[in-house]
Each structure stands twice: as C-alpha cells, then as structure tokens.
C-alpha cells in the first residue's frame, strides 16, 4: 500500500503557484526558495524513477523552474547569499539532468565554488552531505569530502539509540540516509553502514513511534530511508504505509501532523469562518498549502521509491527475522540489587510519612507491600526487609479499615488479591481484602470461563488466585489469537487497542506464568512491541512503556537490543533517593489541579516506582511476580 501518487501531483498541479518564490511580487527569501527547491527535487526523483518527461504535470513544474530561473533577483542571489549556495544549485542542477543547461549559471556555481565561498560555513555533517550531492549530481570540481566519507562523522556513524532521539536529530538520521541514496535514485549504491541490523531496529522503533505521533512528514521520510537502503518486507512498515495512505487528504495533499486539521471545517463552510480568524478564502488556501506541501512532496518520492524498491531483497543481516530457537533469555543484569536497595531507602521514607498522616488511603500501603515483595530478595543488606514492611502495612490497614474516608473500593482488584495473598503468607488477615480474596475465588470457580476470549479481563484474578492455590489454572489464548489481532491493528494505535493486544498476550502467557514461545514467521512482533515500548517511553508514560516490556519478556522477546535500550532507559530515570520518574513539570501543575490532598510520592511516584521496579525485575531474569506469591498461611 502507499498513496495515491496521481492525485497528490494533481494537488501540486493546482497548487503550484503557491511555489512560486516570487508570487505576488513579494521579495525573494528563505522559506520561500526553500519550498521551490523542494519542489525541484521532488521532480527529479519523479523523473528518474517514472521515466515521465512529457506529462502536463511535470511540463508545468519544468515552466516554473525556468521562469523562476530566467529572473534576475533570483541569478544573482547565488553572487548576493552564498551561503544559500544549495538550494540555488539544486534548481540549476535540476534542470541540468531534465535537460535545461545554462551555461552562464554553471560558470557562476563553479566561480563561487573556486573563490571558496564554501569554505566559510560550518555545517552539521548531513548538511555537508547535501552539499556533497548537489556538487556530485552537478558533476563540479570541488573538495568536498564524499558521501561515504561523511557517513563516518554523522550521527549514524554507529546505530543512535531511538529513544533518545528528538524530532530535529531524527530528521537529521532520516537526511544522511536520504543524502547517500539520493532520495532512492542511487539504487545499486552499496549499504555503508557496518551495522545494518542495528539500524533496521532504530528506523523500525521510529517509524512505529512518529506514526503513533502521526507526524506524517517524518514518517514519510523514515519509511523513504527504509526502502533506499533496501531493508525489504516488515509487517511493521506495512502498517504504517496503511496509516500514511489513510492520512491522505481527497484532493490528494498530505498534512504535516494529523491534528493540524481537526478543527478545519467543511469546505462549504469555508466562507463563514470569523474574520478574525481568516481573514479571506486566499488565506485559507495558503495556510492549507502550508500545512500540507512539504509532506505531499515527500508522500510522493517515499511512494515512487517504496513501488521501485519491492522487487529488491532485503541483504542477508536483515532479510529475516531470527528462528525461535535462537530466542535467548534476557541477559543478567547486576543493576537491579542496587536499583532495589535505593527503592527500599526511599520506601522507608514514604512509610513513615505515610503512616503517620491520617488521610493516606489503603492503596498506598498495597502498592508499598509489593514495591517490598519485589525488591526485599535482590536487597541485603536494608533494614527494611518485607516482613517488617507486612507488618507495618497490615496495623495501618487494620487502623484505617472502619474509618469512612478510607475507600477500599478504590484498591484496584488484582493489587487486593496480591496484598492479601501475600499478608496472609506472614499469618496476617485484613477482613476487607480476605473477605474480598474468599468472595472472588468462589465466584470465579462458581463462574468458570467459556472460552479465553471471553474471559480476558478476568485471567489476571485466575493467574493470581492459580499462583495462591484457590483456583485451577485459567484458560489461555494460543498464539494466533494474538498474532491475529496484532495483524489487524490499524497503526497509529490507541491506547485503548494497544491495551487489548496486550491483555491477548498476558493470556496466551498466563502472565508470564506459563512457557511460550513464538514461531520464526511471528516475531515480527518483536518489532511492533519494541517500538511500541520506545513511543510510550518517549512520551514519558513509564506505565504503558512497562506493561509493553513485559509482555515482551513473556513471549521470550527479551533479548533485543531495543529491548535492551528500553531497560537502561529505566534504570537511567530511577531519581538518586530511589524512586522512578523525573516528573518535576507534571508534579508542578498537579500541585495546582489536584485535591489538597494530592501527595507525589504516593499518588505520583509510588505506582511509576511499582512498575518500573516489577519490569526491571522480570527483564532481570526469569523471575515473574506472579509465579513468586507465596502460598497463604490463612485464607
């Protein structure tokens, strides 16, 4: 799938002069030679891969080059800002290669290149590759260094880590490759990348990521750099095509971001917009053409190159995915000891606070027993050990438990079964949780399930209740169901979807609680997750970042080297008292939203610390939490 490449040049066709550097006689600058430059090269790529030299949309695109050209405002700014020296070139070059010499123009780029203009520049090292370009395709004597040399001093000298990769050094990666392939025109031009499957994996994350995003301009051109290189067939890139396709406009335009144009009204309606607002049905056509034509061009070279590139085979580094058998088990990770005594420290803090303030709720002290549970094993050493933590949380429960501003009801369900499993195993009994943990386990043997489908927002309580000896192992879901419904997903993604994968995967794992393993054709998925996990955490939504992890290391998808990334990541944002989160700016406008009640350690902190820690734990090795209960002592 890609997108409709006729309708979006008919989009440039009645647009084109919207391209026009000097419409309405306003005076030549930067953005607006930048966009007609654009434009020039998106006409190359065309050409060269098409071979269409004679339609009427490509003959008007060449007539605007040549006027434009033919002015002299424009001839002399090479002479006038040299230091604009690229995108004037890329036009003479351009037209150049369409067939449309100048001999008066190429003797000025090549006075201004001998006079060492050039020189007198520092550029970043994908800018210099863009210099390079235009020099090589304009077949100019220069010293520039070459593209491949380049490379080497780019930020894709070696893999980058994609989540740490903002928007201006992701569109930086996307350049270097797009410099070196000349936008998919080099299409025999050898990888220079040593490691190729470390750079699969970063385009792979970035590319579910900025759809998630739906930054459509970026992703266009990941998903450019992705066939250039010649990566070959992903499941993963194929989802977001379909997306790329679905946020074409039906007059063909591509929009920058998706929310751009959510509060357009309908086109009939175009004249009764305020004044103040939109000023004429002009303006409004502009702003459109603002909005929509950097990412229309790229729309159509991404496509032209993804058509031309799927006869081409993946090289052999990246061509598949690994077998089964060569899933690993996650690699050993001395970190997590340390990381657990720091929790420990800091929990110790938060129970003394928290025990002695009268309007701490229940779930506080059900998160910090099992934040407790998790840690106490890889923590010698620490006073607070997790008897001493079971203890201190059931005299609190027990306290607050008749007190009417305590809401038990809140505790959410599976956090009840766990703390009362676990206070029972150290002989203690907190009526309202053990009354809770009889009832659910006679109403969940009362109630058997059906089928695994049906019963996916009660497996968590099975697996839980299984693990604590009340009831017999739940029903799961094989590996299709979730193989399926992955393959279903339309990318960009809900939470609210990707929340349903995920509960089709603690299923067919049992949470983790039972073997799994996926065959060679399925782990693809490994893809969609890991890029999945590195969105979230780019986002800062540490939660979701974690549940996506784990459900990475239930299907033994645990040893990558995103996943990896995604781990140290973690570890990197515990904050030095011991808590997961640097959360300054939310805790701030929280402060002045929140109830006077609101308290950051336990109503922020606790439950990001909780999931972080119960990730790391898991990713450590084949610990799960959920296998690890004790068997109660009551019941």
Request: with cysteine; charged share 25%.
């Amino acid at each position: 799938m890609s997108i409709n490449v006729a309708k979006a040049m008919d989009w440039i066709g009645e647009n084109l002069s919207y391209f026009d550097p000097f419409q309405e006689d306003e005076p030549l600058e930067i953005r607006g030679v930048k966009k007609f430059s654009e434009l020039a090269l998106m006409l190359y790529v065309y050409v060269e891969l098409t071979g269409d030299r004679s339609s009427r949309r490509v003959q008007e695109i060449i007539a605007l080059l040549q006027a434009v050209r033919a002015r002299r405002e424009f001839q002399d700014w090479l002479l006038r800002s040299p230091q604009k020296f690229v995108l004037y070139c890329d036009v003479y070059v351009i037209l150049r290669l369409l067939g449309h010499e100048d001999e008066n123009q190429r003797e000025l780029v090549q006075r201004v290149i001998d006079a060492g203009y050039l020189d007198q520049m520092e550029r970043a090292p994908f800018r210099t590759m863009e210099l390079s370009l235009t020099l090589e395709l304009g077949e100019f004597r220069h010293s520039v260094p070459g593209l491949e040399t380049l490379i080497e001093s780019s930020i894709l000298a070696q893999p980058p880590n994609p989540l740490f990769l903002n928007r201006d050094a992701a569109y930086a990666l996307t350049h270097v490759i797009l410099f070196y392939y000349a936008f998919g025109t080099y299409r025999e031009a050898p990888t220079p990348f040593s490691d190729l499957r470390g750079l699969r994996d970063c385009l792979s994350a970035l590319i579910v990521s900025y759809c998630q995003e739906r930054y459509w301009d970026l992703l266009g051109e990941l998903l450019m750099c992705w066939d250039c290189i010649g990566l070959g067939t992903s499941a993963v890139t194929e989802l977001a095509w379909g997306a790329f396709a679905r946020a074409q406009e039906v007059d063909g335009a591509l929009p920058r971001r998706a929310e751009e144009n959510e509060d357009d009204l309908e086109e009939g309606n175009i004249e009764e917009r305020n004044e103040e607002e939109q000023a004429t049905i002009e303006q409004q056509r502009k702003d459109d053409f603002a909005r929509c034509y950097h990412t229309t061009l790229v729309g159509i070279v991404a496509s032209l190159v993804h058509t031309t590139s799927a006869q081409r085979s993946a090289p052999p580094a990246v061509q598949h995915a690994p077998p089964a058998e060569a899933q690993t088990l996650p690699r050993p990770d001395r970190r997590f000891a340390p990381a657990a005594r720091k929790s420990l420290g800091w929990l110790e803090d938060l129970l003394s606070t928290a025990k002695d303030s009268q309007t701490t709720q229940p779930a506080v002290f059900c998160s910090s027993l099992v934040v407790a549970w998790i840690a106490d094993d890889d923590a010698d050493g620490t006073p607070l050990s997790f008897p001493t933590v079971a203890r201190l949380v059931w005299q609190e429960l027990r306290q607050r438990e008749g007190q009417a501003a305590m809401d038990f009801s809140q505790i959410a369900p599976a956090l009840k079964l766990v703390t009362a499993g676990l206070l029972s195993s150290q002989g203690f009994t907190v009526p309202s949780l053990h009354d809770f943990l009889r009832e659910a386990a006679g109403a969940l043997r009362a109630n058997p399930s059906a089928d695994a489908l049906s019963d996916l927002y009660f497996c968590e309580k099975r697996v839980i209740l299984h693990a604590l000896g009340l009831h017999p192992a739940p029903q799961t879901l094989n590996a299709s169901d979730v193989v399926d419904f992955a393959a279903s997903i339309d990318l960009p993604a809900s939470t609210d979807k990707i929340d349903e994968l995920l509960l089709r995967i603690f299923s067919f794992t049992a949470h983790g609680t039972r073997p799994v393993s996926l065959a060679a054709e399925d782990l693809w998925l490994q893809d969609l997750l890991s890029g999945l996990a590195i969105h979230f955490l780019r986002q800062y939504d540490l939660v979701m970042g974690c549940k996506v992890l784990r459900a990475m290391c239930y299907l033994g998808l645990g040893a990558s080297p995103d996943f990896n990334a995604c781990i140290d990541f973690l570890h990197l944002h515990q904050r030095p008292e011991g808590s997961f989160g640097f959360f300054g700016v939310e805790e701030a406008e929280m402060r002045t939203t929140m109830p006077p009640t609101f308290w950051a350690e336990a109503d922020l902190y606790l439950p990001v610390s909780l999931n972080c820690l119960w990730t790391l734990k898991e990713a450590s090795d084949r610990w799960r939490l959920y296998d690890s209960l004790p068997m109660p002592i009551l019941c």
